[in-house]
C-alpha cells in the first residue's frame, strides 16, 4: 500500500528491520466488553485457532489504520491479573511476555476496562504498564459508568498514566474511530507512571531481573515487570507451548521464597495491597461519584433470581422449556426434513435402474445422510438455550445457586458452567472448564462432563424410543419421561462419579470458588444465531463428509464380499460380508447385553461420534430389508430377528441399548479434545475406558434383570 | 472516626444479608488469598453482603462476587458500626 510520504518516512526511521505494521494485544478483565471491541474493530477479519498444545481459542483479527494500513490485533483470554491461576490466564502472560514461540509478541497492548468497575480493572493495567510497551487504555462501558455515577475524567487518566487513554462504548460503536487513530500512530507515548515498589522487596526483584536479562534473554524492562510478577505467581500454572523458565532463575526464586517464608512475611499481599494503594491514590483523582450508590437494576432482578426459593423455581422452569422445546418444538421442522428426505430417495429409487449404484445411493448416501439431518432442528435448540443463558448473564447465576449441590460431590458452582454446556456437545463444554482454576477439580469435571446427555444421543434416543413404543397408542408424555429418564441417569452418573473421583483419585482440600456475577444483558441475538449457524454448519458437514463416507464405507462393507449364491436371502448376504464376519467377531462380548452382531457393526462405527449409530442401522437394516423402499429405519428395526427367530429390538433391548449410550465413551472429537486440554493420553483413554467399562455393566445388569424378570 | 472498643470478628458467612462490614483477615489456601486479593477483596476492603448462606453473594467495590461456603469461611471480617459508612 502505498502512504503519504510525510508518513511513511519519519516511521522508516523509527522501526528498525524491514517495515511491518505493530501487532496489537487485546487484554482485559472478563466481562469488559473485550470481544464486542474486537468484533467492532475487526470486523469479520478474524482467524480463530488455537494455542498448540493447549485448546485456548487463539483469535487474530485485522483492523485497518487511518491510512489504511493493515493492522493486526491479537484478542487473548479474560484475566483478572498476570499472575497466572489458570490455563487461560497463562496463556495471556506468557504471550505478552514473549515466552511463546507460536505467537509474536505484541509490539503494542489494548487494555480494555469496564469503566463502571474501573478500581478492579485498572489491577491488570497496572501490571501491564510495567511492561513498559506502548499501552492504549480503553475506558469500555463509559453509558454504564454514568449511568452509575460515576464521572470519570479520561484527560486525568491520561495525565497520570501518561498513556493514551480512550473513552468508549463499544456496543454503540462509540470511540472507535478515535482508538483507530490512536493505533494509527507511530508514535504512541510510553507510561511515565511510577509506583514504588516496597523497599524489602527490591533486592528480589533486582536479583531475578538480572538472572532474567542474562539467562532467559529478556529486555531489562521486560524482566522487570517478569520479576515482579513471578513474586506474585511464583511460575506455578505452565502451559504446554510456552518456553520455560532457565533453571537458575527458577532457584532464584525458590531461595527467596524459602527465605520469606522463613520470616513469616507474606510479600505477594504486600505487592498487591501497593498496587491497590497506587491505585485508589489515581481513582480519587479521576472519578467524581455523583451519588451514593443504591442497588442496581442486576442487584433487583438477582434479589428474585439467586433467591433460596424463586431462584429454584425460575431454574426449574428455564430447564423444564429447554425439554420442552426439545421434544416438541423440533417435530415440526424434523418431519418436514424427513418428509423431503424420503421424497428424494423415492425419486431416486424410482428414476435410477436397478443395481449396485442405485442401492449406494439410496442406502448408503440418502439413508445415512438423512438419518442425522433430521436432528438438525433440536441441536439448534439446544444451542439456542446455552447460547441465551451464557449472554444474558444467567449462567452464572444457575452456577450459584448449583454451588451448593455441587459442594456435596465435592466440586464447586463454576463446575456446573460446562456441566450444563455439555447437555449441547462436551466440546465446548470441556473447553469451558478453562475457567476452573483448580487442576483437579477441572479434571474431574473434564472427566464427568461427557456423561452428561449431548445432542449427538438424541438420535440415538430417538430412534430407541420410536423403536420402543408404538407412536399411535403411547401418549407423549411417556415417551418424553423416558427421555428424560436417559437426561436423569446422565446427570446422575456425573455427579456420581465426579463424587468418586473427588474421594479417590483426586484427593483435594475443599474447593474454593470466587465468581463474578456478570450484571444482567439483553440477549444478543445475532451472536447466538451466529453461534447456532457454526455449530448447524460443522454439524451438517461433518454428516456431508464423515459420515457420509462411513456410511458409504458401511454400505461396501455390508455388501462386499458376495455371497457365492446369488439367490441369497440379504440375511444371508450380510452375514457372510466383512461386516457381518466382523460382527460376529465382537457378538460374544455384546451377546450378554441383548445385542446382536449387527448392532455391534454400529457400536463400533459409532465410537466416531454417537449419531453415526442412527445413520449405521439404516445402512444395515436398509441393506437387509425385502421390499425396495426407502422404509423407516424404525419399521426395520422392529421386524429384525435373531436366527432363531426371536425379535432382536425387543423393549428390554431398547431401553439396554439406550443406556449404553448415556454412559458409553463414542465420541473422537472428545477423545481429541480431552487429550489436548489434559496434554497426555492417560486421561482421555482412562476415560473410554471408565465410561465404556460402566456402560457394559450397568447394562449387563439391566438385561440380565430383566431377562430373569421375564421382560 | 469514633469505634467502639472492640468490634467481634466473624467470618463473612456469618455476616447477616444486607450488612457492611470490613475484611480484616484472610487464610487459608496461599494462591486464592492472592486471588482474592487481587480481585478487590484484600484487607480493608468494604464488603455488603447480599445474600446467602452457604454460598455467599457480596458487594465488593461496585462487583458482585459469589464465595463459596469454604472460601467465605476464611475471610474475616469485621461489623461496621452503625452509620460509619
Ligand atoms: N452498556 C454497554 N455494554 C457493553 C459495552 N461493551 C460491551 N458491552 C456488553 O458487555 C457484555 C460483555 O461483553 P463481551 O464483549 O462478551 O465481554 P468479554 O468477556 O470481555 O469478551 C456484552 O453483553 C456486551 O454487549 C458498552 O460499551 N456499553
Redesign the interface.
Same mark, same amino acid.
Given at each position: 500500500m502505498k502512504l503519504p510520504p510525510h508518513i511513511s518516512l519519519p516511521e522508516k526511521k523509527r522501526v528498525a528491520g524491514p517495515e511491518r505494521s505493530p501487532v496489537y494485544a487485546m487484554v482485559g478483565n472478563p466481562n469488559c466488553g473485550k470481544t464486542t471491541l474486537f468484533n467492532a474493530l475487526t470486523g469479520l477479519r478474524q482467524k480463530v485457532g488455537n494455542y498448540p498444545g493447549v485448546t485456548i481459542e487463539k483469535k487474530i483479527g485485522e483492523a485497518y489504520s487511518q491510512h489504511g494500513r493493515p493492522m493486526k490485533v491479537i484478542d487473548l483470554p479474560g484475566a483478572y491479573s498476570l499472575a497466572a491461576r489458570s490455563p487461560d490466564e497463562a496463556v495471556l502472560r506468557d504471550v505478552l511476555l514473549g515466552r511463546r514461540a507460536d505467537t509474536p509478541q505484541p509490539d503494542r497492548i489494548i487494555c480494555v476496562v469496564d469503566s463502571s468497575n474501573l478500581e478492579r480493572n485498572l489491577y491488570l493495567v497496572h501490571q501491564i504498564l510495567d511492561l513498559g510497551r506502548p499501552v492504549i487504555v480503553v475506558l469500555n462501558m463509559m453509558d454504564v459508568a454514568t449511568t452509575a455515577g460515576h464521572l470519570i475524567d479520561p484527560k486525568k487518566l491520561e495525565e497520570s498514566l501518561g498513556v493514551t487513554v480512550i473513552p468508549c462504548e463499544a456496543v454503540h460503536h462509540k470511540g472507535l474511530v478515535e482508538l483507530r487513530l490512536a493505533m494509527s500512530r507511530a508514535d504512541l507515548p510510553l507510561a511515565r507512571h511510577r509506583w514504588d515498589v516496597p523497599a524489602p522487596i527490591a533486592p528480589a526483584v533486582a536479583d531475578l531481573q538480572a538472572s532474567l536479562v542474562q539467562y532467559d534473554t529478556r529486555s531489562p524492562l521486560v524482566a522487570r515487570a517478569e520479576a515482579l510478577l513471578l513474586l506474585t505467581d511464583f511460575d506455578s500454572v505452565r502451559v504446554a507451548g510456552s518456553t520455560p523458565l532457565s533453571s537458575r532463575t527458577i532457584e532464584i526464586l525458590a531461595s527467596w521464597r524459602k527465605r520469606w517464608e522463613g520470616e513469616g512475611t507474606d510479600w505477594s499481599a504486600t505487592l498487591i495491597r501497593s498496587r491497590y494503594e497506587a491505585i485508589n491514590r489515581l481513582c480519587a483523582d479521576v472519578i467524581r461519584r455523583t451519588r451514593e450508590q443504591g442497588p442496581s437494576v442486576s442487584d433487583r432482578i438477582d434479589a428474585v433470581l439467586v433467591h433460596s426459593i424463586f431462584g429454584w423455581l425460575f431454574f426449574g422452569a428455564v430447564m423444564a422449556a429447554l425439554f420442552f422445546s426439545i421434544f416438541t418444538l423440533a417435530e415440526y421442522p424434523k418431519n418436514w426434513i424427513d418428509d423431503h428426505m424420503t421424497a428424494l430417495g423415492g425419486w431416486v429409487q424410482g428414476s435410477m435402474a436397478v443395481g449396485d449404484l442405485r442401492d449406494l445411493l439410496t442406502h448408503g448416501v440418502i439413508d445415512g445422510v438423512k438419518g442425522i439431518v433430521v436432528f438438525l432442528p433440536q441441536i439448534l435448540i439446544l444451542f439456542f438455550f446455552v447460547g441465551l443463558l451464557e449472554s444474558t448473564g444467567y449462567m452464572a447465576r444457575a452456577a450459584f445457586l448449583m454451588d451448593r449441590p455441587m459442594s456435596k460431590v465435592g466440586l464447586h458452582g463454576k463446575s456446573f458452567i460446562p456441566l450444563l454446556g455439555s447437555y449441547a456437545c462436551a466440546i465446548p463444554g470441556i473447553m469451558a472448564t478453562r475457567t476452573i482454576e483448580n487442576a483437579k477439580d477441572r479434571l474431574v469435571t473434564i472427566l464427568v462432563a461427557p456423561l452428561m446427555s449431548c445432542s449427538a444421543r438424541l438420535p440415538v434416543y430417538l430412534l430407541m424410543i420410536a423403536t420402543l413404543l408404538p407412536s399411535t397408542t403411547v401418549a407423549t408424555t411417556t415417551k418424553v419421561g423416558l427421555m428424560l429418564l436417559m437426561y436423569a441417569i446422565g446427570t446422575l452418573g456425573a455427579f456420581g462419579f465426579a463424587w468418586l473421583f473427588k474421594r479417590t483419585l483426586f484427593k483435594s482440600a475443599p474447593p474454593l470458588m470466587i465468581m463474578e456475577l456478570p450484571p444482567y444483558q439483553r440477549p444478543r441475538l445475532p451472536e447466538i444465531t451466529r453461534q447456532m449457524i457454526e455449530r448447524a454448519w460443522l454439524f451438517l458437514k461433518n454428516a456431508g463428509t464423515i459420515i457420509l463416507g462411513i456410511s458409504i464405507l458401511l454400505w461396501f462393507f455390508s455388501t462386499y464380499p458376495k455371497h457365492p449364491d446369488p439367490s441369497a436371502t440379504p440375511d444371508a448376504q450380510i452375514a457372510y460380508s466383512l461386516a457381518g464376519r466382523a460382527g460376529k467377531i465382537l457378538e460374544p462380548v455384546i451377546k450378554p447385553l441383548g445385542f446382536d452382531w449387527r448392532i455391534g457393526v454400529g457400536l463400533v462405527t459409532s465410537f466416531y461420534a454417537r449419531e453415526v449409530f442412527v445413520s449405521s442401522m439404516a445402512v444395515i437394516f436398509g441393506v437387509e430389508s425385502k421390499d425396495d423402499n426407502t422404509a423407516a429405519i424404525r419399521d426395520a428395526l422392529r421386524s429384525a430377528k435373531w436366527p432363531d427367530g426371536a425379535v432382536l429390538f425387543t423393549p428390554l433391548v431398547c431401553f439396554t441399548l439406550m443406556v449404553y449410550y448415556v454412559f458409553a465413551m463414542q465420541c473422537m472429537s472428545t477423545v481429541a479434545v480431552v487429550k489436548r486440554e489434559t496434554n497426555s493420553w492417560r486421561w482421555p483413554l482412562f476415560q473410554i475406558a471408565y465410561m465404556t467399562g460402566t456402560a457394559w455393566v450397568v447394562c449387563f445388569v439391566i438385561y440380565q434383570t430383566g431377562r430373569a424378570l421375564g421382560f | 472516626m469514633s469505634r467502639p472498643p472492640f468490634n467481634a470478628r466473624m467470618p463473612l458467612c456469618q455476616l447477616a444479608a444486607g450488612a457492611t462490614a470490613r475484611i480484616c483477615e484472610i487464610t487459608?489456601?496461599?494462591?486464592?488469598?492472592?486471588?482474592?486479593?487481587?480481585?478487590?477483596?484484600?484487607?480493608a476492603a468494604l464488603v455488603t453482603k447480599?445474600? &446467602?448462606s452457604?454460598?455467599s /453473594?457480596c *458487594?465488593v467495590? &461496585?462487583?458482585?462476587?459469589? /464465595?463459596? *461456603?469454604?472460601?467465605a469461611m476464611?475471610v474475616l471480617v469485621e461489623l461496621l458500626p452503625l452509620g460509619a459508612r
Open positions: - | 487459608g489456601d496461599e494462591s486464592f488469598v492472592q486471588r482474592l486479593r487481587e480481585m478487590g477483596f484484600g484487607e447480599i445474600s &446467602g452457604k454460598t /453473594l *458487594h467495590n &461496585g462487583t458482585r462476587l459469589a /464465595l463459596n *461456603h469454604d472460601a476464611s
